[in-house]
């Protein structure tokens, strides 16, 4: 199962994103899928994670303003992004694995005024 990643653009700070991760083919077996960031000159970092039964963990950094979500109906996972800050800019991918990592192509967002 692929995945492709959009929603990403320029945002002023305290402003709103949702990202998506549209998947290629069923995810409704996939336990966790995932999001990632990976800012410059910095690793790739878990910001958020989703299991098959809708319970989510998310990175201390964006508690409280970020909300993962899934529709595997539509093969979907789902990034909300609310009050967002300078230093969520970074270029985000959705995850799973599955005997390897599959990654999306990332997405990328830029908070500036």
């Known amino acids: 199962v692929q995945l492709q990643a959009s929603g990403g653009?320029?945002?002023?700070?305290?402003?709103?994103?949702?990202?998506?991760?549209a998947a290629s083919g069923s995810i409704f077996n996939?336990?966790?899928?995932?999001?990632?960031r990976q800012a410059p000159g910095k690793q790739r970092e878990l910001v958020a994670s989703i299991?098959?039964?809708?319970?989510?963990?998310?990175?201390?950094?964006?508690?409280?303003?970020?909300?993962?979500?899934?529709?595997?109906?539509?093969?979907?996972?789902?990034?909300?992004?609310?009050?967002?800050?300078?230093?969520?800019?970074?270029v985000y991918y959705c995850h799973y694995y599955w005997g390897r990592n599959y990654w999306g192509q990332g997405t990328l967002v830029t908070v500036s005024s």
């Not at 653009?9 to 991760?21: A, K, N």
């Not at 996939?30 to 990632?36: L, Q």
């Open 9 to 21: 653009g320029l945002v002023q700070p305290g402003g709103s994103l949702r990202l998506s991760c």
């Open 30 to 36: 996939i336990n966790y899928m995932n999001w990632y």
């Open 51 to 90: 299991t098959i039964g809708g319970a989510t963990n998310y990175a201390d950094s964006v508690k409280g303003r970020f909300t993962i979500s899934r529709d595997n109906a539509k093969n979907t996972v789902y990034l909300q992004m609310n009050s967002l800050k300078p230093e969520d800019t970074a």
